[in-house]
């Protein structure tokens, strides 16, 4: 599988999944074209949902936004072709209230978007390390830096005129926190 691109259609919330088929076995082998097929696995879900599809584009509805991406086998008679990834895309229907983020999903991370003025010192998801510490989005910063980074939530259905309350959680190890909420 060459050119696996993974895009989203506003109309109808779809994801749209396109590739080209492969030339060659993995290790560049003869496949069998006419009884080509492709299994498809949903990420961040892991789930798969579809097998056995003779096409080379798949869509289906998208969910709540979060990160989504999705990986492609192709299967022929001689056997089983090599795994490939594609790209991933924030895509889906906005959050409605209440609404609360434990990170506690593997991937959870990437509904989240950066704004990085830095690729190192930025803002990262970071998983539960054991009893006692909590899955977060944390940011990687040297102690005499100042960071000027943004962190966007997925998209929350809000309503005109109604006033809403936010919080959250900061644990800093080594200076104080300062940020701009919009």
Known sequence: VTDLVLSYKEEGNKLHLEWEPPITGVNGGWIDPD????????YPEGIEVVSGLSETQFEEEAGLE???YYTVRPISTPGIGGLVQSNTIIAGNPYTLPWKENFEVENA????????DDSYYTWLFQASEGLGSSACMGHGTARNLVADDWMFSPRISLETGK???????DKSSNKENKYDVT
């Open 163 to 169: 006033t809403y309350r936010i919080s959250w959680y």
């Open 66 to 68: 979060k990160g989504y």
């Open 35 to 42: 009884n080509l097929t492709y299994t498809i696995i949903r």
């Open 109 to 116: 991370g990437d509904s989240w978007k950066v704004i990085s």
